[in-house]
């Protein structure tokens, strides 16, 4: 049938090739049959691509296009065609012209018609006459409708244009709006210099985008739209109506000027919005040393600050005491003013802090060593991340000698970073905790906490360590209290490995450096062995169910926790203060769920608890080989939680005949090689995978404690193709135990790791 016109409109089944009146009942009773969820972005895509208009430049997601294609697509309907007299009933027909002509888009007889148009055009994909049938409407309702959305959203601003550089094209407008990219885009050369000739200003070099240690800390990446915030105050100091176009950026603004209009009219804005940005507080500071914009908002700045050097300095006290009050002491001087009796008072702690807590016998080495390394700070000697200073630092300004924030607050305060300033900085902090408590001995544990990475720093830079970390004559006296805790679970320590398990008792404070290396080695194998015991007193119940639910609840650090204080190692742990076994912040970023009727509270600060345990555990490890460090887990498991955990039923002559026994659970516990991996399984296996790997690789080097951690039952070390169902290595364990598996695949694993290739 050809295309052909009747004093209606255009025929819509010559459109779509429909050749008969069978044909077209058949496609409007499915239309009224079929659902799907109309959307405008849909219909616009659909539109788009039949108007050869399916490109970046024309974009469906765009709401203003999205509207434009809803109109033209109404307009062919119900104007142009024939269409929406075979969709509506005559009185519908009559309202859908009415409500049409009014403008009621959202008209629910219309978004009707809508919807049954998408239907066709979807089903009809390929089939029809319409390819660049909408092409000119649509581009000329998009026009319509921008230029609607302009004069309704942009009223304000487009009146300030006008005055400046009259004719600017409302396109420029609704890029500016739209464009993803305006908060990062750079302004056109030919303006950049055109400012720079004005302001002496490199408007492209100051704001660009910086990498690394060179970006600020304190708007976290949000630097380009404080940036913009400042320029769209610049084009209308209106706060209200820019908090319905934050969006709008105003560099893609200019440039869109320049690009649409002319230079010459970009130039009269830009002229006008540096002529607003120099009446504005500390911009002719950013000018002068070429600063991005967003460096002019000094108390922002400066806040931002303050709560920066609060989070890295005593957010890991949280879980202590309540830290509220710090809040009010300025840490941040000389941005921040302070009192002269904080300075006089967080002195005098700090030096007790460093005299008597920690150094009273290399005190005068210490202090001279802070000193002069400050000093050399200062004359520009060093200039590392890692320079003492900068740890003396590190709270406000993070963990850099050379970031923005260091040359930012140099130029509001030029003296900033001088010898004095640093500490008066630290000495603000030491007074800072004189708030939290009126015991000396608990401020010098929390300045412990704050000043860790100095306290290393000292032991690794010149070898002096502290008190505590020198004093070993609790050492002893622990050790030969744990010794008789093991025994009781037939645990025979010899002195071979006593290192290891006082190493398992002490905290990071009373760890020498090479001691505290020793921490993840141990950990990982107690981890290990730890998580094997629970999976194999687990499976082997008869009785369980849920297995990978109730592995995870008994291998957090939660269970750990409750195991070590009803054992008494709790009462062992070596520590000064405030412990921190292995990190600063002393967190435990999961939700933690009770285990027992016994409810843990605040578990943030007991989990060194849990990794001292694993570590118990690593020692009898290595003191006295892979079965009895298992056995030994299990029994600490099973004395600690009687009524969730029992005895393994292991596939004995004696309990195959035992008829309270499930039949089925010999088939769950001994599957064919290969078989599907059941979630048992796959829980046992993967905490197996774990101790086999660490039997035949150990834990000395960090890669291979990185590779153990992330390998997830991977069987490609053992030397099998698949990793699916039963490995044979698996298979082997359940039916001739760990042992077999260690003598068969060890040497295979080891190459393999060392070939680095088969996994």
């Known amino acids: 049938m050809s295309m052909y016109r009747h004093r209606d409109g255009l025929f819509w089944l010559s459109l779509f090739s429909i050749p008969s009146e069978k044909e077209k009942k058949q496609l409007l009773k499915w239309i009224n049959e079929r659902h799907i969820d109309y959307t405008a972005q849909w219909l ?10 399916g490109h970046s430049e024309y974009r469906a997601d765009d709401p203003c296009m999205q509207a434009a294609c809803e109109h033209v697509a109404l307009k062919f309907m119900l104007c142009d065609s024939d269409l929406a007299k075979d969709l509506l009933r005559e009185e519908e027909l009559a309202k859908a012209t009415e409500v049409y002509a009014r403008k009621q888009y959202n008209s629910k007889l219309l978004q009707k018609i809508l919807h049954d148009f998408l239907n066709i055009l979807i089903e009809e994909r390929g089939k029809n006459n319409l390819r660049n049938l909408f092409t000119i409407s649509i581009i000329d309702e998009l026009r319509k409708v921008q230029e609607e ?21 409302s396109n420029c407008y609704y890029e500016a709006e739209h464009d993803f ?86 130039e009269k804005v830009l002229s006008f919005i540096a002529e607003n940005l120099q009446k504005m507080p500390h911009m002719q500071l950013v000018f002068e040393h070429h600063f991005p914009l967003w460096m002019s908002k000094r108390n922002e700045l400066i806040e931002s600050l303050e709560d920066q050097a609060f989070r890295f300095a005593f957010k890991r006290l949280e879980s202590y005491c309540d830290l509220s009050i710090v809040k009010s002491v300025p840490l941040c001087y000389p941005m921040s003013k302070a009192e002269p009796a904080f300075f006089e008072i967080g002195q005098r702690v700090w030096e007790h802090f460093i005299r008597d807590y920690n150094y009273p016998n290399d005190y005068e080495t210490v202090a001279k060593y802070l000193s002069n390394e400050v000093k050399h700070f200062i004359l520009g000697e060093t200039h590392e991340h890692n320079d003492i200073a900068v740890i003396l630092d590190a709270a406000p ?16 305060h030029p003296d900033c970073f001088s010898f004095e300033n640093i500490w008066k900085r630290v000495y603000l902090k030491a007074y800072a905790v004189t708030l939290l408590s009126g015991d000396e001995q608990m401020q010098f ?11 290393k720093a000292i032991e690794r830079r010149i070898g002096i360590c502290t008190v505590h970390q020198l004093d070993t004559s609790t050492r002893d006296k622990h050790f030969e209290e744990l010794k008789q805790i093991l025994g009781t679970y037939d645990v025979n320590v010899t002195e071979e490995h006593k290192s290891d398990y006082i190493i398992s008792l002490l905290d990071r404070d009373t760890a020498l450096i090479e001691e505290a290396e020793s921490f993840p080695v141990l950990e990982q194998i107690g981890d290990a062995i730890y998580g094997l015991a629970a999976a194999e007193l687990l499976f082997y119940d008869p009785d369980t169910e849920g297995m990978a639910e109730k592995f995870e609840h008994f291998t957090r650090a939660e269970a750990q926790v409750l195991i070590s204080k009803k054992q008494g190692f709790d009462k062992l742990y070596l520590q000064i203060g405030l412990p921190a076994k292995y990190v600063e912040f002393d967190t435990l970023y999961y939700n933690i769920e009770t285990l027992d009727e016994e409810k843990l509270q605040e578990l943030n600060h007991e989990k060194y608890l849990a990794d001292s345990l694993e570590m118990i555990i690593g020692s009898v490890y290595r003191d006295l080989g892979i079965e009895q460090a298992i056995g030994f887990a299990k029994q600490l498991l099973l004395k600690t939680f009687p009524k969730q955990l029992r005895k393994e039923v292991r596939p004995t002559e004696e309990n195959k005949h035992n008829k309270d026994i499930d039949m089925d659970y010999w088939s769950r516990i001994l599957p064919s090689p290969c078989s599907v991996m059941t979630g048992e399984l796959r829980t046992l296996w993967n905490a197996l995978d774990k101790v086999i790997l660490i039997a035949s690789l150990g834990t000395d080097d960090k890669d291979k404690r990185r590779y153990i951690t992330n390998s997830f039952g991977n069987t490609a070390i053992y030397g099998e193709s698949h990793n699916y169902g039963v490995a044979w290595a698996f298979h082997d364990y359940l039916n001739n135990g760990l042992l077999s598996v260690l003598e068969k695949y060890g040497e295979t694993i080891r190459d393999n790791y060392k070939n680095n290739k088969k996994f």
């Open 44 to 53: 616009a895509s659909e539109m788009l691509e039949l108007s050869g208009m």
């Open 149 to 169: 959305e302009i004069n309704r959203t942009y009223g304000a601003l487009k009146k300030a244009i006008e005055k400046v550089a009259s004719g600017v094209k």
């Open 181 to 266: 990219y305006g908060f990062i885009t750079p302004i056109n050369d030919s303006l950049n210099q055109f400012l720079l000739n004005k302001l002496g200003y490199n408007f492209n070099q100051a704001n660009e985008r910086h990498a690394g240690n060179g970006m600020s800390t304190l708007f976290c990446n949000y630097e380009q739209k404080v940036s913009n915030s400042i320029l769209q105050l610049a084009l209308v100091n209106d706060t209200e109506f820019w908090a319905n176009h934050e969006n709008f950026g105003v560099v893609t603004f200019i440039n869109e000027i320049a690009k649409l209009n002319d230079i010459r009219h970009a």
């Open 397 to 412: 300004f993070r963990y850099s000698a050379d970031n923005e924030d260091r040359r930012l607050f140099t130029a509001y």
């Open 445 to 455: 544990s929390y300045l412990q906490r704050i000043f860790v990475d100095l306290i």
